[in-house]
T-cell receptor
Framework: NAGVTQTPKFQVLKTGQSMTLQCAQDMNHEYMSWYRQDPGMGLRLIHY???????DQGEVPNGYNVSRSTTEDFPLRLLSAAPSQTSVYFC?????????????FGPGTRLTVT | DAKTTQPPSMDCAEGRAANLPCNHSTISGNEYVYWYRQIHSQGPQYIIH???NNETNEMASLIITEDRKSSTLILPHATLRDTAVYYCIVSPTDSWGKLQFGAGTQVVVTP
């Protein structure tokens, strides 16, 4: 299994540009989520999905859109990038919906918005 | 409002046990205690979790006090590869896996 994969690894955007961060998992996990991590801080939840076709907002959803058309993929879209969105983005997945299942994190996407 | 309190940093000698404390005085009966770690520039890695009883796996042991207001993660024989930020997280069973990360403890293992 490749686990949780994220592309791209690095990205530089100009203010106002749009882009999609890709996340995929090959473990047939129902639960997937996106976090962002600013320098020196812990991770904050952006959006999450409990299954294909079902998504919900986390702690910091503004400026981001998500959809989940398949179990495997959970892309994160930035519609109009802002410098405040400069961060490292992590995707995670877990087997079930119960919190006792451990979450597997991807390697991250480092985004800079100028 | 932070649910957990951890020291910002601690050092540990290679080969010795590392004991990482965490206070969670407002923990509810349906909340688990989770530990994750993040090695520099990588995604967080699950270590262990528990509800009431002490837990042990191949990576670490988790000791939860009887009143559940604090816990200790024990790395029995620290290695240089254990240098990382360690996060203690409390999360309710109905939170759909939403983890609330704090600042964590930066652990540096020295030779």
């Amino acid at each position: 299994n490749a686990g949780v994969t994220q592309t791209p690894k690095f990205q530089v955007l100009k203010t106002g540009q749009s882009m999609t961060l890709q996340c995929a998992q090959d473990m047939n996990h129902e639960y997937m989520s996106w976090y962002r991590q600013d320098p020196g801080m812990g991770l904050r939840l952006i959006h999450y999905s409990v299954g294909a076709g079902i998504t919900d907002q986390g702690e910091v959803p503004n400026g981001y859109n998500v959809s989940r058309s398949t179990t495997e993929d959970f892309p994160l879209r930035l519609l109009s990038a802002a410098p405040s969105q400069t961060s490292v983005y992590f995707c995670a997945s877990s087997l079930g919906l119960a919190v006792s299942y451990e979450q597997y994190f991807g390697p991250g996407t480092r985004l800079t918005v100028t | 409002d932070a649910k957990t309190t951890q020291p910002p940093s601690m050092d540990c000698a290679e080969g010795r046990a590392a004991n990482l404390p965490c206070n969670h005085s407002t923990i509810s009966g349906n909340e688990y205690v989770y530990w994750y770690r993040q090695i520099h520039s990588q995604g967080p890695q699950y270590i262990i979790h528990g509800l009431k009883n002490n837990e042990t796996n191949e990576m670490a042991s988790l000791i939860i006090t009887e009143d559940r207001k604090s816990s200790t993660l024990i790395l029995p024989h620290a290695t240089l590869r254990d240098t990382a930020v360690y996060y203690c997280i409390v999360s309710p069973t109905d939170s759909w896996g939403k983890l609330q990360f704090g600042a964590g403890t930066q652990v540096v293992v020295t030779p």
